[in-house]
């Protein structure tokens, strides 16, 4: 790239002021140039934005370094990507704080986003050794697994898969799973008010499965952990996948 980019610019770009003498890479240069003129308004939240090709010639500087410059915008949120379409800006972004509880489905909601919340599959089963374990269940106790799918702009967000016992929540099936915050469901219905949450995160890669959902993304995903007591005991494990460029956490921790 050095030689190639050296006969582009000698010093100074023509284009937007990008500086090849500059020890800041020519791809964070181009993304603070573009983040600035979405910031200044020139697209606006659902605006198509422009594409690699465009841009190449807009700017003249490499594919790669594009790429790599969307990339970047598309990870601060600023962008993202709808299969078939090409990249579009956004201003939608999720900022929960983990000093209060929370359900994820109402957080999206809360942003303004047409939200999409599809029961994809609900059976009762044999826990799993994690979900025994982290409920506390007996052996040959059975519990009910709820896979939900939560989407917004045509684009997959979330993948839910939900456990409860059977014995806590009898006839849950025939309930509306697809009720945007199922906290509400399980108080409403069955008396379980929630009391505290243990709850842990962790960065992974797209499993087989729910590659189904989220297609072959180039975003970092975060798994969400959950376990969920009343006053007694522990009722529902939930553990939700959830797409790391639209969602941040925060906490505040008081000192002394």
């Given at each position: 790239?050095?030689?190639?980019?050296?006969?582009q610019?000698?010093?100074?770009?023509?284009?937007?002021?990008?500086?090849?003498?500059?020890?800041?890479?020519?791809?964070?240069?181009?993304?603070?140039?573009?983040?600035?003129?979405?910031?200044?308004?020139?697209?606006?939240?659902?605006?198509?934005?422009?594409?690699?090709?465009?841009?190449?010639?807009?700017?003249?500087?490499?594919?790669?370094?594009?790429?790599?410059?969307?990339?970047?915008?598309?990870?601060?949120?600023?962008?993202?990507?709808?299969?078939?379409?090409?990249?579009?800006?956004?201003?939608?972004?999720?900022?929960q704080?983990?000093?209060?509880?929370?359900?994820?489905?109402?957080?999206?909601?809360?942003?303004?986003?047409?939200?999409?919340?599809?029961?994809?599959?609900?059976?009762?089963?044999?826990?799993?050794?994690?979900?025994?374990?982290?409920?506390?269940?007996?052996?040959?106790?059975?519990?009910?697994?709820?896979?939900?799918v939560l989407?917004?702009?045509?684009?997959?967000?979330?993948?839910?898969?939900?456990?409860?016992?059977?014995?806590?929540?009898?006839?849950?099936?025939?309930?509306?799973?697809?009720?945007?915050?199922l906290?509400?469901?399980?108080?409403?219905?069955?008396?379980?008010?929630?009391?505290?949450?243990?709850?842990?995160?962790?960065?992974?890669?797209?499993?087989?499965?729910?590659?189904?959902?989220?297609?072959?993304?180039?975003?970092?995903?975060?798994?969400?952990?959950?376990?969920?007591?009343?006053?007694?005991?522990?009722?529902?494990?939930?553990?939700?996948?959830?797409?790391g460029?639209?969602?941040?956490?925060?906490?505040?921790?008081?000192?002394?």
């Amino acid at each position: 790239m050095g030689a190639e980019m050296k006969q582009q610019f000698p010093g100074k770009s023509k284009h937007g002021g990008l500086d090849e003498t500059s020890s800041v890479p020519l791809y964070s240069q181009l993304a603070s140039l573009l983040r600035g003129k979405i910031a200044a308004g020139q697209w606006k939240e659902g605006d198509l934005f422009p594409s690699e090709t465009q841009l190449v010639q807009d700017y003249g500087v490499s594919r790669g370094t594009v790429r790599q410059a969307i990339n970047q915008l598309t990870q601060q949120n600023l962008l993202y990507r709808k299969r078939g379409v090409g990249s579009m800006v956004t201003s939608a972004r999720i900022d929960q704080s983990l000093n209060e509880f929370y359900d994820l489905s109402t957080s999206f909601g809360a942003t303004g986003l047409d939200l999409l919340v599809e029961l994809k599959g609900a059976k009762e089963l044999a826990p799993p050794s994690t979900v025994m374990d982290r409920l506390r269940l007996k052996t040959g106790t059975r519990v009910f697994w709820v896979e939900r799918v939560l989407s917004a702009r045509g684009e997959v967000l979330i993948v839910e898969h939900i456990f409860v016992p059977v014995e806590f929540f009898p006839g849950l099936l025939a309930q509306d799973l697809s009720e945007r915050n199922l906290y509400e469901l399980f108080l409403r219905e069955y008396g379980f008010k929630v009391n505290r949450a243990q709850e842990s995160f962790e960065m992974v890669e797209v499993c087989r499965h729910e590659a189904l959902y989220f297609g072959n993304l180039l975003v970092p995903l975060l798994q969400h952990t959950r376990v969920t007591f009343d006053e007694i005991r522990p009722f529902e494990f939930r553990r939700s996948t959830i797409r790391g460029d639209i969602c941040t956490y925060h906490v505040e921790i008081k000192v002394g």
